[in-house]
């Protein structure tokens, strides 16, 4: 009988591995299953109808620093192979080892990554690939360095997005030439991100065609806000977009800032047009306790500290999918706004400075408690037509000189442009992270405490088993 329990308990185990070496059996136990593909991916995944081929470029010499990084990639990928129901094609390549590989590689602008590391006590350098390309119907997208692991199913998902979509919501920016330049370039971050996803259209709007090309082939307009007024041939090519039922954002001030901090009444001229469909942008700025660090100089005097008139807030509805992964918000010199559903609001520690405005670090004052109170800041309005506005009181929001590791703007605009280009498509994607649990502070006392019983135990230990033994033996 025993035998036969062995027996069967012996092919039990051998079945069990065999199902699961062709069907495995993925457990995430990760806080909020942040290594697992959000819902958004698996249904972009779903839908897809034609073949794709994702070609994964990573050197077999890499860094030993990399090896689980390059696990993570390995299990994303799979995973996407996985859920596509053999739609999405995953090939790992080595152009190291194969010519074939390299020529693909450089062929798809997947550079060599240049790797500092430590061989016989000497730093040196390694060149290894870590690239990714995605292909579907002859078009491609490429992430050159897959290196990021907390971006990369977003990423991953925004190229699938674009190639197989045959409309995939296109948009136009207003107010920023289409430069090429990074370095050149402030609003880089948006722009490159959203450049994955759809095409960006940058239309003069004072040509004569201008609000027909609009109307018919944008579905949502970003205006970045200057200090420039706008003409009357674009407000009416605005309100012409508008009436045809699509969407825009407002990324205006309320004051103009200048450099030296001085102020002036903002010169844009879209008060009245935004009046007009029942959205009031003051000319105030929003001033908080709770706020980030900036960075002044004046006169002789240099400023590193939190800044008032920067107000960061995290007054927003985090089940809302338009702040999906979103933790905080940070608002250069903000107007407050009236009208529609309120989206953002600063925290209770807030004010208004009007008329006269106290811009210098050291020179803004602060009222009592009993005059703080949360100001509005984001609103949007929807029209039966299907039109949506919103307006973010800082023409600052996304520009790169302003966007700060403490601020999420750049990911909220874009879930906000996801949601009115492409219905919300890649909304609510998780960022993958490595999830760190620091050991417990102690005191000097708590540290010596233990280092002395590490030390003594051992010792401690083979003495009562040597008195043990003694006991024993004399028995």
Do not use: C
């Not at 972009?44 to 689980?68: A, E």
């Amino acid at each position: 009988m025993k035998q036969f329990n062995k027996i069967t308990i012996k092919h039990a185990l051998i079945l069990a591995a065999f199902i699961l070496w062709f069907f495995p059996i993925r457990l995430d136990l990760s806080p909020n299953q942040s290594q697992t593909l959000s819902s958004a991916s698996k249904k972009i995944i779903k839908q897809i109808d034609t073949k794709v081929i994702i070609s994964v470029f990573i050197s077999s010499d890499i860094p030993p620093r990399l090896i689980p990084l390059k696990n993570d990639v390995k299990d994303l990928v799979n995973e996407y192979r996985g859920i596509s129901g053999r739609k999405i094609k995953v090939e790992f390549l080595d152009p190291k080892k194969d010519a074939k590989s390299k020529k693909k590689a450089q062929t798809a602008g997947i550079p060599e990554l240049q790797f500092q590391q430590v061989e016989k006590d000497k730093y040196a350098l390694s060149g290894a690939y870590f690239g990714i390309e995605v292909e579907s119907g002859g078009k491609k997208q490429v992430l050159p360095q897959a290196t990021t692991i907390a971006s990369l199913e977003y990423d991953l998902t925004s190229s699938i997005y674009k190639l197989t979509q045959k409309d995939a919501g296109k948009i136009a920016f207003i107010g920023v030439d289409a430069k090429v330049d990074p370095r050149a370039d402030d609003v880089y971050s948006i722009r490159s991100t959203l450049s994955k996803q759809t095409d960006i259209a940058y239309p003069n709007m004072n040509e004569v065609g201008a609000p027909d090309l609009i109307r018919n082939n944008i579905n949502t307009l970003i205006f970045f806000g200057n200090t420039a007024k706008v003409s009357d041939r674009t407000k009416e090519t605005i309100e012409n977009y508008l009436l045809a039922g699509k969407s825009i954002i407002f990324m205006i001030d309320g004051v103009d800032i200048g450099e030296k901090l001085s102020s002036t009444g903002a010169r844009h001229g879209l008060f009245d047009l935004l009046s007009k469909y029942g959205i009031t942008l003051h000319k105030d700025l929003v001033v908080s306790t709770v706020s980030d660090v900036a960075n002044f100089s004046t006169n002789a005097t240099s400023f590193f500290a939190p800044y008032p008139l920067w107000v960061k807030t995290t007054n927003f509805n985090k089940k809302d999918p338009l702040f999906a992964t979103i933790g905080s918000l940070v608002f250069p010199w903000a107007s407050s706004t009236e009208g529609g559903e309120v989206l953002v609001q600063s925290q209770d520690s807030s004010w208004i400075q009007k008329d006269t405005f106290f811009l210098a670090p050291n020179e803004i004052p602060i009222p009592k408690k009993s005059e703080q109170e949360a100001q509005t800041l984001i609103v949007e309005k929807q029209f039966t037509n299907g039109t949506k506005i919103m307006v973010i009181p800082t023409s600052r929001f996304v520009r790169e000189q302003f966007i700060t590791k403490n601020s999420n703007n750049v990911n909220f605009l874009i879930n906000v442009i996801n949601e009115y280009a492409l219905g919300g498509a890649l909304s609510g994607i998780r960022t993958r992270e490595l999830v760190v649990h620091p050991l417990k502070q102690l005191s000097d006392s708590g540290r010596d405490g233990i280092k002395y019983a590490a030390v003594l135990s051992l010792p401690t230990l083979f003495a009562f088993y040597g008195i043990w033994r003694l006991i024993k033996v004399r028995k």
